[in-house]
């Protein structure tokens, strides 16, 4: 079980808007620690996608949009493309005794129907 | 263009050993932090451990803790992950990736497999 909750699947038509949701706790993105999100299309690596909470990498289309408040971050994706069908990830970081882990939240499937 | 090569996977017994090699070219390796995450097949992505710019701190999964051993080598531009005592849980692909540490973990590899089954 991840330590950053995600829903495993959402899904949209072409041109709807959608959200992911990652909720994680004080020890991570409530003690502060920033949240990137990852794209993986089907059979490849992982992409950046959304970096320290709202930002896109160079070549990252505006459709991708991060935001964090609290405990939680969520990514939206306006415009839905059939491109777009991929597993999304968040990931922060989590206070530990040693300093601090990299966590992943479990991966949601974006369908698009 | 930059690029992070992996290689060293296969298939593997349980209790047996493997070396990961990832060969990074196009930037500055020395700059960098740099991370293994791995795939269980059909799973998410777990962070297994990663490496400051020198080598000097190293940080691991509980679940690795103990058995593997990240290492690096920058006059090769070469990451390297020892992995000992592999179990059927860490049957996964294996990508070596770039962490800037601040803007998120931003090349990847194409990762390698490792199958633990007798």
């Known amino acids: 079980q991840s330590v950053l909750t995600q829903p495993p699947s959402v899904s949209g038509a072409p041109g709807q808007r959608v959200t992911i949701s990652c909720t994680g706790s004080s020890s991570n993105i409530g003690a502060g620690y920033d949240v990137h999100w990852y794209q993986q299309l089907p059979g490849t690596a992982p992409k950046l996608l959304i970096y320290?909470?709202?930002n896109r990498p160079s070549g990252v289309p505006d459709r991708f949009s991060g935001s964090k408040s609290g405990t939680s971050a969520s990514l939206a994706i306006t415009g839905l493309q059939a491109e777009d069908e991929a597993d999304y990830y968040c990931q922060s970081y989590d206070s530990s005794l040693s300093g601090w882990d990299v966590i992943f939240g479990g991966g949601t499937k974006l369908t698009v129907l | 263009e930059v690029q992070l090569v992996e290689s060293g996977g296969g298939l593997v017994q349980p209790g047996g050993s493997l070396r990961l090699s990832c060969a990074a070219s196009g930037f500055t390796f020395s700059s960098y932090w740099m991370t293994w995450v791995r795939q269980a097949p059909g799973k998410g992505l777990e962070w297994v451990a990663n490496i400051k710019q020198d080598g000097s701190e190293k940080y691991y999964v509980d679940s690795v803790k103990g058995r593997f051993s990240i290492s690096r080598d920058n006059a090769k531009n070469s990451l390297y992950l020892q992995m000992n005592s592999l179990r059927a849980e860490d049957t996964a692909a294996y990508y070596c990736?770039?962490?800037?540490?601040?803007?998120?973990?931003?090349?990847w590899g194409q990762g390698t497999m490792v199958t633990v089954s007798s």
């Open positions: 320290v909470n709202s």
């Open positions: 990736a770039r962490d800037t540490m601040i803007r998120g973990v931003d090349i």
